[in-house]
T-cell receptor, first 114, second 115 residues
Framework: AQTVTQSQPEMSVQEAETVTLSCTYDTSENNYYLFWYKQPPSRQMILVIRQEAYKQQNATENRFSVNFQKAAKSFSLKISDSQLGDTAMYFCAFSKAAGNKLTFGGGTRVLVKP | NAGVTQTPKFRVLKTGQSMTLLCAQDMNHEYMYWYRQDPGMGLRLIHYSVGEGTTAKGEVPDGYNVSRLKKQNFLLGLESAAPSQTSVYFC??????????????FGSGTRLTVV
């Protein structure tokens, strides 16, 4: 079974600064998909960014980028130019096939301070 | 609006009572999932379905049953509620196509309290 570990329960960052969230996973699959989801206080699950394991290029979405290290099974999220609206829980998730069930990490709470 | 709709949004049950949570999606998605989220934790998979008439157990299935009689609906049942089932329940759906292989859509959640 796949496992996803987020080792940082909580992170704080000053507005406009950069924060990096860690995620490691364990799988025997060669091809799979990785995701970062944002969950604000509204509880809504919002897809931030996704990465296919077969792609060597790291995914980017505006201020959000990932550092995907397949050999190390590491998938970190960098939030640049942090904004107050980035305050939320962030979950790393794994799927062994497109559209297949997601396995989530325990989450990292991010607090952006003005 | 297209998406995943969960009903009810809130519910308080007494220990031993039963209830059914309804998840409905209008996107013609094949896969549907039920997750639970406990305070300060990630989502854990309860049951899932890969198509109409099919269901499978996830990570934490005990105490729950599911049915997928219609493609658009996925029901989660609690036969005899226990305080340990106090949680927020999320439904999600997904559909794999070459053009959209990552299409997960989540409902807004149901907060269930068992007293």
């Amino acid at each position: 079974a796949q496992t996803v570990t987020q080792s940082q329960p909580e992170m704080s960052v000053q507005e406009a600064e950069t924060v990096t969230l860690s995620c490691t996973y364990d799988t025997s699959e060669n091809n799979y998909y990785l995701f970062w989801y944002k969950q604000p206080p509204s509880r809504q699950m919002i897809l931030v960014i996704r990465q296919e394991a077969y792609k060597q290029q790291n995914a980017t979405e505006n201020r959000f980028s990932v550092n995907f290290q397949k050999a190390a099974k590491s998938f970190s999220l960098k939030i640049s130019d942090s904004q107050l609206g980035d305050t939320a829980m962030y979950f790393c998730a794994f799927s062994k096939a497109a559209g297949n069930k997601l396995t989530f990490g325990g989450g990292t709470r991010v607090l952006v301070k003005p | 609006n297209a998406g995943v709709t969960q009903t009810p949004k809130f519910r308080v049950l007494k220990t031993g009572q039963s209830m059914t949570l309804l998840c409905a999606q209008d996107m013609n998605h094949e896969y549907m999932y039920w997750y639970r989220q406990d305070p300060g934790m990630g989502l854990r998979l309860i049951h899932y379905s890969v198509g109409e008439g099919t269901t499978a157990k996830g990570e934490v299935p005990d105490g729950y049953n599911v049915s997928r009689l219609k493609k658009q609906n996925f029901l989660l049942g609690l036969e005899s509620a226990a305080p340990s089932q106090t949680s927020v329940y999320f439904c999600a759906s997904s559909h794999w196509t070459p053009g959209n292989p990552y299409g997960y859509t989540f409902g807004s959640g149901t907060r269930l309290t068992v007293v």
